[in-house]
Structures are given as structure tokens and as C-alpha cells.
């Protein structure tokens, strides 16, 4: 096969990757809808509960023009009797929140997005191969232990990511209300900084599915080439002007698999491992070395 393969390629010894595979952007968008769902849910709930939070506000700014006109209890016995209420109200908010949406039903969406993901990925590895060196592989290549190993942590990572989401959602907004408390915030200005960081929170989220998909993406990419006895890859950017300019430094540079280039701030990484990195990974193809028999098999490993 590899004396096929050289004629192919007129002699060549290394073949660099032909086809820029495509960024999983379905899987990314199934990511948004299922984070944009669990904020829909906390949003729900918090709305629900918004006339009890206004009761809460409100009886205290009625105790706390009482106690500043002598009628009623001092002002720092005030503040923790409303710090008790308010931290009654926001852990009710939590249990039912942790409730409301429901763990299987996470999971499940979690558990489909790695799935696409995978499916994704071995489709753009197939097309790599097939373009660059004109050979057919098969889906099954690419099962066994190891690739399940690996979804399954990032199935792990990504529940208790995307639960951690509203809990820290809720937690500035429990802190929003307290500081406008003690400050004298009126009630209806308090409820619209809460619906404000909603609102930040809810994009927060998008940025985090675009980042997690990225990074499965490169994890995936990174096992299918040094499976196939890959020790070597161009990077290349997304070609776009959200490009960092780090990045653009790195586009077209041969780097090792096993020594990850310094993209910025002594940060090391590959292709996608990057915060918010679309960047790609061109497999350099060792045509003595390689790894793809023209038959599918399962993976070494399994």
C-alpha cells in the first residue's frame, strides 16, 4: 500500500492534508439550544419566584424607614433579618431549579451532542484521507475503549458544566440583590439588574458551547491522527476575521503532536484546545509510517 501511495503522490515521503476539515458547527448549535433550554428553565423558575423576591425587598425598605424614624429595630438588625429571608429565598430557588430540568434529561442532550460530534469528525477524517491520499476507510476504524473513554469524560465534564451554569447565574444575582439592598436600590431597579444578568449570563453560556465543542472537536482530531501513526500537523486558521492575531503567527507551521506550540502568555496548546479556537490541524502524512489500512479495522486499543 505504501508503495501505491508514493507513486500517488509522485514520490513523496510526506503529504500534508489536502482538505481542510469542517468546523462541527451542527453539533455546536445543538450545544446552544440545549444550554439556551437550561436557562430557559432557570428563567422560569426565577420569574415565578421575582413577586416573592419583591415582597421580601419591599418589606424591608418599609423596616428600614421605620428604623431610620426611631420606630423600629436598628439598621444592622434589619440587614441580617433580610440577609437570612433573602438567602431562604435564592437556596429554595436552587433546590427547585436542580429539580426542574432534571438530570437524565441533561444527560441524554449532552450524550447526542458527543455522538453528532463523533459522527462529524470521523466524516471530515474520512474526506481528509480520501482527498489527500485516495483511500476509502471505514467508520469502524474508529471504534473501541479508547474513543469511548474519551466521550465519555467529556459527556462527564460538559453535566457538570452546563448545571454549574444557572447555580453561578443565581449566585450574582443573589449578590446583586444584597449589595442594592444595603445601597437602598428601589425594588423594581433590583429586579431589572437581576434581568440584566440574565440576559449576560445567557451569552456566557453560548460562549461556553462554542468553546467545549471546539475542544472535543481537537481531542477527536488528535486521536484519529496519531492513531494513524500522525506525529506531525500544519496549523491552520479559521480564515476569518475573528482570528486572534496569536494565531494567525501560528497558520501554516509544522508542529509536533507531542510538543504543543505557545500561543500567547506561555500558553501551550493545539489547534481547538485554545479558548474559543476554530483552528484545524492539517495531518502531515509520514507515508512510510502511516497507519490506514484500505480495510476498516478496530482500533488497537479496544
Given at each position: 500500500?505504501?508503495?501505491?501511495?508514493?507513486?500517488?503522490?509522485?514520490?513523496?515521503?510526506?503529504?500534508?492534508?489536502?482538505?481542510?476539515?469542517?468546523?462541527?458547527?451542527?453539533?455546536?448549535?445543538?450545544?446552544?439550544?440545549?444550554?439556551?433550554?437550561?436557562?430557559?428553565?432557570?428563567?422560569?423558575?426565577?420569574?415565578?419566584?421575582?413577586?416573592?423576591?419583591?415582597?421580601?425587598?419591599?418589606?424591608?425598605?418599609?423596616?428600614?424607614?421605620?428604623?431610620?424614624?426611631?420606630?423600629?429595630?436598628?439598621?444592622?438588625?434589619?440587614?441580617?433579618?433580610?440577609?437570612?429571608?433573602?438567602?431562604?429565598?435564592?437556596?429554595?430557588?436552587?433546590?427547585?431549579?436542580d429539580t426542574a430540568f432534571g438530570l437524565k434529561r441533561l444527560t441524554a442532550g449532552i450524550e447526542?451532542?458527543?455522538?453528532?460530534?463523533?459522527?462529524?469528525?470521523?466524516?471530515?477524517?474520512?474526506?481528509?484521507?480520501?482527498?489527500?491520499?485516495?483511500?476509502?476507510?471505514?467508520?469502524?476504524?474508529?471504534?473501541?475503549?479508547?474513543?469511548?473513554?474519551?466521550?465519555?469524560?467529556?459527556?462527564?465534564?460538559?453535566?457538570?458544566?452546563?448545571?454549574?451554569?444557572?447555580?453561578?447565574?443565581?449566585?450574582?444575582?443573589?449578590?446583586?440583590?444584597?449589595?442594592?439592598?444595603?445601597?437602598?436600590?428601589?425594588?423594581?431597579?433590583?429586579?431589572?439588574?437581576?434581568?440584566?444578568?440574565?440576559?449576560?449570563?445567557?451569552?456566557?453560556?453560548?460562549?461556553?458551547?462554542?468553546?467545549?465543542?471546539?475542544?472535543?472537536?481537537?481531542?477527536?482530531?488528535?486521536?484519529?491522527?496519531?492513531?494513524?501513526?500522525?506525529?506531525?500537523?500544519?496549523?491552520?486558521?479559521?480564515?476569518?476575521?475573528?482570528?486572534?492575531?496569536?494565531?494567525?503567527?501560528?497558520?501554516?507551521?509544522?508542529?509536533?503532536?507531542?510538543?504543543?506550540?505557545?500561543?500567547?502568555?506561555?500558553?501551550?496548546c493545539h489547534p481547538g484546545q485554545d479558548y474559543q479556537c476554530r483552528c484545524c490541524a492539517l495531518?502531515?502524512?509520514?507515508?512510510?509510517?502511516?497507519?490506514?489500512?484500505?480495510?476498516?479495522?478496530?482500533?488497537?486499543?479496544?
Open positions: 500500500m505504501r508503495k501505491e501511495l508514493k507513486k500517488m503522490q509522485h514520490g513523496k515521503k510526506e503529504v500534508t492534508a489536502r482538505y481542510h476539515a469542517k468546523y462541527p458547527e451542527s453539533a455546536e448549535r445543538e450545544y446552544i439550544r440545549l444550554c439556551n433550554a437550561y436557562m430557559a428553565m432557570e428563567k422560569q423558575v426565577l420569574m415565578k419566584h421575582i413577586p416573592e423576591l419583591s415582597r421580601i425587598l419591599e418589606d424591608g425598605a418599609e423596616m428600614r424607614r421605620d428604623a431610620a424614624s426611631g420606630n423600629g429595630k436598628g439598621q444592622e438588625g434589619l440587614t441580617l433579618g433580610m440577609m437570612r429571608r433573602l438567602r431562604r429565598f435564592f437556596a429554595n430557588i436552587r433546590k427547585e431549579l447526542k451532542i458527543a455522538a453528532q460530534n463523533r459522527r462529524l469528525t470521523v466524516k471530515e477524517w474520512k474526506k481528509t484521507v480520501s482527498k489527500t491520499l485516495g483511500i476509502d476507510i471505514m467508520e469502524d476504524y474508529f471504534s473501541g475503549g479508547v474513543y469511548e473513554e474519551m466521550l465519555k469524560e467529556w459527556i462527564s465534564e460538559n453535566i457538570d458544566l452546563i448545571k454549574a451554569v444557572p447555580q453561578a447565574s443565581l449566585e450574582k444575582m443573589e449578590g446583586i440583590v444584597y449589595a442594592n439592598f444595603r445601597k437602598g436600590t428601589t425594588t423594581p431597579n433590583i429586579v431589572k439588574e437581576i434581568q440584566r444578568q440574565y440576559g449576560m449570563d445567557k451569552r456566557h453560556a453560548k460562549l461556553i458551547a462554542r468553546d467545549q465543542t471546539a475542544k472535543l472537536n481537537a481531542a477527536l482530531t488528535k486521536y484519529q491522527q496519531t492513531d494513524a501513526g500522525i506525529t506531525h500537523y500544519k496549523w491552520s486558521d479559521s480564515r476569518d476575521s475573528r482570528v486572534r492575531e496569536s494565531h494567525k503567527r501560528l497558520n501554516g507551521r509544522i508542529f509536533s503532536w507531542d510538543n504543543p506550540p505557545e500561543t500567547e502568555h506561555g500558553r501551550k495531518a502531515v502524512f509520514d507515508i512510510d509510517n502511516i497507519d490506514l489500512p484500505m480495510e476498516g479495522r478496530r482500533e488497537k486499543n479496544a
